[in-house]
């Protein structure tokens, strides 16, 4: 099979792999579409293993096959997985995360907080950017009738990431929720919130963006360069209920911590890098509540997938760009600009 790889310094390479063959508990699933994740350029744009390195999750082995955004049908089970766990042609998708399997963060489905260790497929295992993917059966998540294989994608990380987010910051309806970045995981982010009732203005540097924004939900769009003003301005000097960081970058966190209200809550998505706040301007006396969602579980992600398809939300308009796997140097190319909606690698 042909397998994408992130060399480092934005090289990327299709590369021939020997196709898998699961063994006991796993199983291989036949790819249908991999998404292309806001994450996924800290490993394109790094040195070779210096993101990983980062990101407290190695970096000493590889390169692997990129992408942990898979979807697809179980092909083969390896020995040991009941038919009943995954039958051959079962839609799924994959929480692309392996700890342990038996602690108490595995066992509720969080196993990204295993302390025995983790694999990320995609990211230190081979993962989705192939014809095939193996992984633990555990980790597989059904995928709906109602949702295409190109949405199941989306929910295996970025939009599901966005609904984590916004179910730990108790959206209710009415709220004024502030997405900061309308990268894959914020343009959700806005959809979701503003299905779940939640009055959404999008901070974004980007034109294009800030214009997607406004066609998937958003009330208001304003300029990063401007948002703490333009944010108090919308909600008469107050602050908004709720503000989400999508962008990892210091000073997006840094104005939605200024940018709440009083009693208001603040997440943190966005991976890496630092942030310096005045903890008793910033935090104390606003009594602010400031939360760091990481992805999702599995039983989340499966929540995820139901919301969506409940509430009627159509996820194919979030991607602006599908791209065959040989096309993979030129996806990454254009997704790097970030100017644009989301991508997907499509078999």
Known sequence: MKGAVFLGDRKIEVRNFPDPTPGPGEVVIEMKASGM???????????????????????NAGPF??????CGVVAARG??????????????????????????HCRVGWSQLCKAGITVYGVTANGGHAGYLKVPARTLVPLPDELSFVEG????????????????????????????????VGLSATLLGAKMGARVIAVETNPERLALAKQFGAEAAVHADDSEKALKD???????????????????????V??????????????GGEVTLDVSRDLLRKQLTLIGSWTFSAMGQAECARFVVDNRISLEKIFSHRWKLEQAEEAYRVFDTQSTGKGVICF
Not at 37 to 59: E, N, T
């Open 65 to 70: 096959i990129a992408g942990h955004e898979p």
């Open 153 to 184: 994608a989306a929910v295996s990380c970025g939009t599901g990431t966005a609904y984590g987010a916004l179910r730990r910051m108790h959206l209710a309806g009415g709220s004024t929720l502030a997405v900061f970045g309308q990268g894959p």
């Open 37 to 59: 994740c806001g994450s996924d350029l800290k490993f394109y744009r790094s040195p070779p293993g210096a993101a990983q390195a980062a990101l407290g999750l190695g970096g």
């Open 234 to 256: 919308l909600t008469r000097g107050e602050g908004v209920d709720l503000a989400l960081d999508c962008t990892g970058i210091a000073a997006a966190r840094l104005a939605a």
């Open 258 to 271: 200024r940018s709440a209200k009083t009693w208001g809550t603040v997440c943190f998505v966005g991976e």
């Open 79 to 104: 020995p040991g997985v009941p038919e009943r766990e995954a039958p051959i042609g079962q839609r799924v998708m994959d929480h692309h995360y392996s700890g342990c399997g038996v602690c108490k």
